[in-house]
């Protein structure tokens, strides 16, 4: 925030550099979603790059991956091109817990994750901010006596708008949510115009896969000492396991 | 202490029973035998001939304004002499006999008085400011070099001239932005105000403001300072080795005393600039009794976004403004007092969100001489920094934080017969920190976090002392108490920063107390009248400690003190320095070596949760860190050219289980190479220019060693914390002050400076992202703040 107000009140300058960054050896990036709606739901398994190769991660290939709830399902997914895995009769309800386990190679790691209560969107609005931005609002109602955390995907003409954003009800327990999007910078996916078709999915999350979302939402360069976001499986994979419920609610964005 | 209170009043008759009574102490542990050694330099003093007291003070001839650290040499006894302390209060004790007095003082001429000295008397000084620099006449018997022979060492005084020729961003003069051009200090960032000494972070500072600590001391997220020049008379900085008055944070102590006040007559002075504009009223209240200062400064960039048409835009906030008052008055030649306060506010609002913080200082001072030799005073002294955050998400929300402290302090100076003198006394603070306390006209829940109270005492003594012409020392030490009270909840933690135990205490119960011991000792062998040889130990303890995660420092940063949790920083610091003058005093040079060892570091778990978190101690991690320099100066004081260059070689370190496998690795402020240089030159009465031009090697970072993706975002692999650097930063500035109209009566100037006068693209952050143009590389981005900034301000006074 405060950097933006600077790069409003100063003529700041941005220019691309080149930087000789160190390289490291691959590292598995692990990521799992399981949702209230039905199957099947995916996991993929990749690797790290070194920052000064393209984009493209090596998939991480006859991984054996086990996903089972605590109701004494167990599926074992199968294997599909690029590293992803999918399940074949796992339901993902309300309550239960799941516990994934992948094995690649001699190193195995595990995670378990427990699927909250949904919580409904109550509704979706816009509002003219700051040098006519426009910002969207999402309003919904907390379940008072249990920790709530939740996390906001947001679509712009179908289109999956980058990065995290989360909440939690440390302050609104069992009381009525409003979420406002961060929408500013022109040029940026995330600024929003009259028009936009605009999807909103609201997650509700237990705290391990929150405290992930949380801590990819802070990393950034402005932290003093930037560090990889808090995963919720173990043996040092990057990535998430995320059993959460889903709501979602769409608008056009109005005049 | 009585005893010793006793004694001291009544030391001009030998109290035969307290000698008796320290030589029947058969049993004398380590701490009292350190005691013993001040007594017997104090007896040591008394067993003299008939010797008086010769007391006073040095003014400014001009307005009357106390002149601090001014010297009083006698030309029929070189060897002594003696320095005003912070009041302009000096005394010294000689023989029987007739002697000239002569008093001096950077930047006035000096003045030799005569006196007959039969009995105790108090003689004042009233020293004419030096008019004409041009053509200075050099006064014969001025002690130019007090760098030399000065025991203190790691200390940098800053003159007032100085900091309002030296070019700065927006042409705003600033105290804080040019302490960092000495050497040892430096800058936290591209234009900030805030500050690292020798390795310590930018909280390990104590800002002073008229004895009250200034918790923040940054403007518009630190590119102004919340010093106003025009209100400050007298800047020192303590890189570490302060004498043992000065206590409670790690690196250094900056001391800024205000201007009391022209007491002879009603004086105003300002200036108007692009952004901002200053106004200072002075005057006496009673004439040669009693004076006041008022000064007043405001930023008026928001104005300009009034005009817009834009209804976000023109009700956008963006300012602050400061405000300095203070008043003395004189009751009689042994009482006087002092009122003064600061205000500051800052503010930024953009339309649902808005963030105001500020500081508020006020001491009340009290000066007493209870003889011509033992000075006296006494300060009750508030200090307030808080902000409050203002958000509409829905319903409107306010966050207010606050950390307030409320303080005596008492100190006592005593002047004694030989060349020594004893200073002792003690300070006592309550510190209440609200961490963050919500109200809302919604419905929602009104959570706040716990308060913390704590006290904090010190005692301390320190003597100086000259064993002979050739070698003195000032040594002293500390005890310093920080007891966390109640009322409250103290948690324990376990590994994982799970909460396994929770006790509470009631309002005032203790819940800890930590008393630490700091010795500080300065040696200074004076090998001749151009060089000296100064070596220094001190440890300095901190209790209160800024929890920051920014690159620059927010408003919102955190301060918490000692808990069961948290100990307090400890730091252990040595330095030696050499100290050579050349062509008769026009030429100063030093060089000095440190190094510091601390404990009790405080670093962050990767991720760790600093915001509104009730336990945010479980988010901290504990570690040790050292730092060792090498410092030279080289400074050229008189003359049409006169400036400085300054140049640190360093290196900072830090030592955390949980990061970089518990090997030492460099802190954020860690920089190999730090250069300033600073000139100034007179071309005539009317124009002077002048530049300084810095160097550093980019600070300690993290970049990302890899890359993956995570729900299509490309995600940034870091491996080792502060693995990487930032590119070196280099800028020069350019300045010239033109003298339009300069007669006793009125005086006006317009000043014109360039910031970063070659358009480097200095570093302010660098990011990574993916390419703009192909997604299927990234690339790294720098950002850079402030390239060819110009401003111009027209300053007068009448």
New interface residues.
């Given amino acids: 925030?405060?950097?933006f107000?600077?790069a409003v009140?100063?003529s700041?300058?941005?220019?691309?550099?080149?930087?000789q960054?160190?390289?490291?050896s691959?590292?598995i990036?692990i990521?799992g979603n399981i949702y209230n709606e039905s199957g099947p739901y995916t996991v993929t398994i990749?690797?790290?790059?070194?920052?000064?190769q393209?984009?493209?991660?090596p998939p991480v290939l006859g991984a054996l991956v086990i996903i089972s709830d605590d109701h004494g399902t167990s599926d074992t997914l199968i294997e599909k091109p690029k590293g992803t895995y999918v399940t074949s009769k796992l339901r993902g309800i309300a309550g239960y817990t799941y516990s994934l386990t992948v094995k690649t190679g001699n190193t195995s790691f595990s995670s378990s994750c427990t699927m909250p209560e949904a919580v409904d969107i109550d509704s979706l609005y816009t509002e003219?901010?700051?040098?006519?931005n426009k910002q969207l609002?999402i309003?919904f109602m907390d379940r008072a006596n249990v920790e709530n955390y939740y996390r906001i995907i947001e679509f712009k003409n179908s289109k999956?708008i980058?990065?995290?954003n989360v909440a939690s009800d440390?302050?609104?327990?069992g009381?009525?949510?409003?979420?406002?999007l961060m929408s500013m910078g022109n040029g940026t996916d995330s600024k929003i115009s009259t028009g936009d078709y605009i999807i909103i999915w609201l997650e509700a999350l237990d705290k391990g896969a929150y405290?992930y979302f949380?801590?990819?939402e802070?990393?950034?360069?402005?932290?003093?000492?930037?560090?990889?976001?808090?995963s919720n499986i173990s043996n040092g994979a990057?990535?998430?396991f995320n059993a959460c419920s889903v709501t979602k609610k769409s608008i056009i964005v109005p005049k | 202490m009585l005893q010793f209170y006793c004694f001291v009043k009544n030391q001009n008759r030998i109290p035969q029973h307290i000698i008796t009574y320290f030589q029947k102490q058969k049993y004398m542990r380590k701490k009292q035998y350190f005691i013993f050694i001040f007594f017997i330099f104090i007896l040591q003093s008394i067993a003299a001939q008939q010797r008086f007291t010769l007391s006073g003070y040095i003014r400014d001839a001009r307005n009357g304004e106390d002149l601090i650290g001014a010297s009083i040499t006698i030309q029929e006894l070189p060897e002594k002499g003696s320095v005003t302390n912070a009041y302009g209060f000096y005394s010294i004790t000689l023989p029987a006999g007739l002697y000239h007095i002569s008093a001096q003082c950077l930047g006035y001429q000096a003045q030799v008085q005569e006196v007959n000295l039969k009995m105790s008397v108090k003689m004042d000084f009233n020293l004419p400011e030096k008019v004409n620099e041009l053509n200075e006449v050099v006064v014969t018997g001025e002690r130019k070099n007090e760098n030399i022979t000065k025991t203190q060492t790691g200390m940098q005084k800053l003159d007032i001239k100085e900091i309002n020729s030296i070019p700065v961003l927006f042409g705003e003069k600033d105290v804080l932005k040019t302490i960092q051009l000495l050497p040892g200090i430096k800058s936290t960032g591209e234009g900030s105000s805030g500050f690292n000494v020798r390795g310590g972070a930018a909280d390990q500072n104590l800002i002073l403001l008229d004895e009250a600590t200034v918790y923040n001391a940054s403007h518009l997220?630190g590119f102004f300072s919340v010093f106003n020049s025009d209100a400050i008379k007298d800047v020192s900085v303590y890189k570490g080795n302060e004498p043992s008055e000065y206590g409670g944070r790690l690196a250094s102590v900056l001391d800024i005393k205000m201007k009391d006040g022209n007491d002879k007559k009603f004086s105003v002075n300002g200036g108007i600039g692009l952004i901002s504009s200053r106004l200072t009223l002075e005057g006496p209240l009673v004439k040669d009794k009693g004076s006041f200062v008022i000064s007043a400064r405001r930023t008026y960039?928001d104005m300009f976004l009034k005009l817009s048409k834009?209804t976000?835009?023109n009700s956008?906030k963006?300012y602050f403004y400061d405000f300095n008052a203070k008043a003395n008055y004189k009751i009689n030649d042994k009482n006087r007092i002092f009122l003064s306060g600061y205000f500051g506010k800052d503010a930024?609002g953009?339309?649902?969100?808005g963030i105001n913080w500020g500081n508020a200082t006020g001491t009340l001072r009290w000066n007493h001489l209870f003889s011509s030799r033992l000075f006296s005073n006494t300060s009750l002294i508030f200090s307030n920094y808080n902000y409050t955050i203002n958000a509409k998400?829905?319903?409107e929300i306010n966050i207010i934080s606050r950390i307030q402290d409320y303080g005596i302090k008492q100190d006592f100076q005593l002047f004694s017969g030989k060349e020594f003198t004893l200073k002792f006394g003690f300070n006592s603070v309550y510190h209440k920190i609200i961490p963050g306390a919500?109200t809302t006209k919604g419905?929602?829940?009104m959570?706040s976090l716990t308060n913390k109270h704590s006290w904090e005492n010190a005692v301390y003594i320190s003597h100086q002392y000259k064993f002979t012409n050739k070698f003195s020392m000032e040594y002293g030490f500390r005890v310093s108490a920080f007891s966390v009270i109640g009322p409250g909840n103290f948690y324990t933690y376990d590994n994982n920063g799970k909460t396994i135990d929770t006790s509470t205490y009631t309002s005032g119960q203790i819940a800890k107390t930590y008393i630490k011991l700091e010795p500080r000792a300065t040696l200074n062998y004076i090998i001749n009248q151009e060089s000296s040889v100064k070596a220094a130990y001190a440890r300095n303890v901190q209790n209160l400690h800024l929890l920051?995660?920014?690159?620059?420092g927010?408003p919102t940063d955190l301060w918490i003190p000692n808990s069961n949790n948290v100990k307090p920083e400890i730091a252990d610091q040595v330095s030696l320095g050499y100290y050579r003058n050349f062509s008769d005093n026009l030429c100063e040079f030093s060089a000095e070596i440190y190094y510091k060892s601390m404990q009790n570091q405080i670093?962050?778990k990767?991720?760790a949760?600093l915001n509104?978190n009730e336990n945010v101690e479980s988010q901290i991690l504990f570690g040790k860190g050292r730092a060792y320099g090498l410092e030279l100066f080289m400074k050229k004081n008189q003359g049409r050219l006169n400036g400085w260059i300054s140049y640190t070689l360093s290196r900072t370190e830090r030592k955390f289980d949980g990061i970089n496998n518990g090997s030492y690795y460099p802190a954020?402020q860690d920089r190999t190479h730090d250069i300033s240089i600073v000139g100034m030159y007179e071309i005539n009465k009317k124009w002077t220019l002048s530049a300084n031009w810095v160097y550093n090697t980019g600070n300690a970072v993290?970049?990302?060693?890899?890359?993956?993706?995570?729900?299509?975002?490309?995600?940034?692999?870091?491996?080792?914390?502060?693995?990487?650097r930032m590119?070196a930063y280099h800028r020069l500035d350019v300045g010239a002050t033109w003298m339009v109209k300069k007669t006793p009566r009125f005086e006006s100037s317009w000043s014109f400076s360039i910031y970063n006068f070659y358009g480097r693209?200095n570093a302010?952050?660098?990011?990574?992202r993916?390419k703009e143009n192909d997604?299927?590389?990234?690339?790294?981005?720098?950002?850079?703040?402030?390239?060819f900034i110009p401003s111009f301000t027209y300053n007068f006074k009448f």
């Fill in positions: 925030m405060l950097i107000i600077t009140t100063l700041s300058c941005q220019k691309v550099i080149n930087l960054l160190n390289s490291t691959p590292q990036v990521q990749s690797k790290t790059v070194d920052f000064d393209s984009n493209a991660y003219t901010s700051f040098m006519d609002s309003v999956k980058e990065g995290f440390d302050l609104y327990k009381k009525k949510i409003t979420y406002k405290e949380r801590t990819a802070q990393d950034g360069s402005q932290s003093a000492s930037p560090s990889n976001p808090t990057l990535g998430y | 997220m960039a834009d976000n835009m956008t963006l930024i953009i339309s649902s969100f998400i829905g319903d919500i419905d929602i829940d959570k920051s995660n920014s690159t620059s927010n670093d962050y990767n991720g949760e509104f954020k993290t970049y990302p060693s890899g890359k993956y993706q995570i729900d299509d975002k490309t995600m940034m692999l870091y491996t080792n914390r502060n693995a990487n590119p693209d302010y952050t660098i990011t990574f993916d997604s299927t590389k990234t690339e790294a981005v720098l950002t850079s703040l402030f390239r």
